[in-house]
């Protein structure tokens, strides 16, 4: 084999080892340059409801997906201050979100005190999720009479 030949062989070895390495580092590098150019873009199935009335009352999107809250509002339109208990609801038979038949709770689960003739805003950076209870993926409200409920984030 003359010099000629070898460097021609050296010089195949190593651009196939640097093709190799470069396949086995590419995802990697492929990856870092996905994270620094992330985008910010609207939820492609965005949530809201409200609710008025007394006892229980459900919002969500049902066996369609399940349901991200991002924000809940509270008016309290009454003379005294009200306390309202905010829960992923197990509904009876075979009712869907917007049913007031609810027969059990889950998490996640929290108290709202809402002062008289006012209104409390919740949100929530990274959403509250409310997995399907029963196959429904609804939040409920239970106490809190004579208020409006709104309930904001998305659908997943």
Known sequence: ?????FKLLASVALGASALVAGAVLAPGAVAAIKAAF???VLPSRPFQGSVVGSGY??????SSGVLGVTAITLTNFSGSQ?????????LGGGQV????????GSAPRFYVLVPAGQTVHLTYPSPLVYPGVSGQSCVAFS???????SVNGYVN
Do not use: K, W, Y
Not at 143 to 149: E, Q, R, S
């Open 1 to 5: 084999m003359n010099h000629a030949s």
């Open 38 to 40: 992330v985008e910010q």
């Open 57 to 62: 009352r459900t919002l969500g999107p049902g």
């Open 82 to 90: 009200q306390s309202v208990f905010v829960f992923a609801p197990v």
């Open 97 to 104: 979100c917007g049913s007031s038949n609810v027969i059990g």
């Open 143 to 149: 106490g809190g009479d004579n208020m409006d409920i």
